[in-house]
């Protein structure tokens, strides 16, 4: 079995911010430039670059649609990749992805997820300069427009453009020194160059790229589909290459009784029957269904995708868990073959209702086949004792 080795290089991905600018009515990272995120295009190009640890920063609640597309274009370097939760702030979030960097990791790019065309050439520029003996480096370019100091409407001078330049990112540094800063930092900075410099370092200059530009803006995410459309080079690899055999996944969920309302149960209302308690609708089926289908595909577990810190899924029922995790399935270049479940209850009875259950729960995963057997524990465990009911899935997915 071969092992990946550990990097020495670690990359910090903030995709945490707002995107008030952009006013697509999301974050940022997570609007899309053609089929595709913002950020999944940023991590495409990462991840064609020289190998890496790789950290993506994301608001608390879309750390799973940014797993998600992290693991659909990682291929055989998932192990490298992870997913934090960012801060109120861009250093803050900073912060907390230079936390997850493994000990072994002694050169830190830190890249904006806005910046999502900026070449892979890029990032060997900097990695080469900091190799080389540089404290920290940061790609940039020269201002071709003439640039004026104004004050209110009035110009008061040219500036002399021969000595600025546009900074862009990934901006790289030594670990224990952008470490070093962060901890002696008392305000916030523009870039994190600034911040090193603060702290009595001299950062070094690479070129950078016209397409590491940052989308803030409606027009430049317009420049970005222009761009990606003209483009003959595909916008992302084809997810389904790393995955060469079929996966099985596994998938429990218990729930005990004592909820509000109706039970549900297989995507079914069972009238008469005592409810479930649980964060959404309690339906220990649908639940276990998900997490064997997100097991299978390599995508984390129900709590990464649907948890308590997803408000949106409190009191929801099977189709909307069961459809969106067909969604993340495809998205990551799977297709689900067939997925079975035992339902362990003493009630309700599943034999009158067993074949709608199944064509609801087939219905909700895009038409994948589901089985559904039911059975007792003669009284033995909490089931048995009345008290709840525990489902158990296995689901199959194969390349798309």
Do not use: C
């Not at 070093?180 to 070129?207: Q, S």
């Not at 109706?262 to 649908?286: C, I």
């Not at 073959?337 to 009630?347: D, E, F, P």
């Amino acid at each position: 079995m071969s092992i990946t080795p550990v990097p020495r290089v670690g990359v910090v991905v903030v995709a945490a911010g707002s995107g008030t600018r952009l006013g697509a009515g999301a974050p940022k990272a997570f609007v899309g430039i053609d089929a595709h995120t913002i950020l999944r295009h940023a991590l495409v190009r990462v991840l064609a670059a020289p190998a890496a640890q790789v950290v993506v920063v994301a608001p608390p609640d879309r750390q799973g649609d940014a797993l998600s597309d992290a693991l659909a274009v990682a291929g055989d370097r998932r192990d490298l990749v992870s997913v934090v939760a960012g801060g109120a702030t861009r250093q803050a979030s900073v912060a907390a992805g230079l936390a997850a960097l493994w000990a072994d990791v002694e050169l830190v790019l830190v890249h904006d997820a806005a910046r999502a065309l900026t070449p892979p050439e890029v990032f060997e520029r900097v990695v080469t300069s900091l190799e080389a003996g540089a404290v920290g480096a940061v790609p940039v370019l020269p201002v071709i427009d003439t640039v004026k100091r104004v004050a209110g409407s009035e110009i008061l001078a040219a500036v002399d453009r021969s000595e600025l330049a546009a900074a862009q990112t990934p901006q790289g540094f030594r670990r224990d020194v952008l470490d070093a800063a962060y901890a002696v930092a008392t305000e916030e900075y523009t870039d994190d160059a600034a911040l090193v410099a603060a702290a009595g370092h001299a950062v070094a200059a690479v070129p950078g790229h016209p397409l590491a530009f940052k989308i803030t803006t409606a027009a430049d995410l317009d420049r970005a589909r222009h761009l990606l459309a003209a483009s003959t080079a595909p916008a992302a690899p084809a997810p389904a290459a790393p995955h060469a055999m079929p996966r099985v996944g596994l998938g429990t969920d218990v729930h005990g009784y004592g909820g509000d309302g109706p039970l549900w149960l297989a995507g079914l209302e069972w009238p008469g029957e005592q409810a479930l308690s649980g964060h959404s609708d309690g339906d220990a089926v649908a639940h276990a269904v998900v997490d064997a289908l997100l097991g299978a595909a390599g995508l984390g577990d129900i709590g990464t995708h649907f948890g308590t810190d997803h408000p949106e899924y409190a009191g929801a029922h099977a189709h909307a868990f069961l459809a969106r995790t067909h969604a993340l399935v495809g998205e990551a270049g799977w297709r689900i073959g067939n997925v079975s479940v035992q339902v362990q209850a003493n009630r309700p009875r599943f034999a009158a209702r067993r074949e709608e259950a199944e064509r609801v729960l087939s219905q909700a995963l895009g038409g994948a086949p589901v089985s559904i057997s039911a059975t007792t524990t003669d009284g033995l465990g909490f089931s048995g004792r009345g008290e709840g009911v525990a489902a158990f899935a296995v689901a199959l997915v194969v390349p798309a």
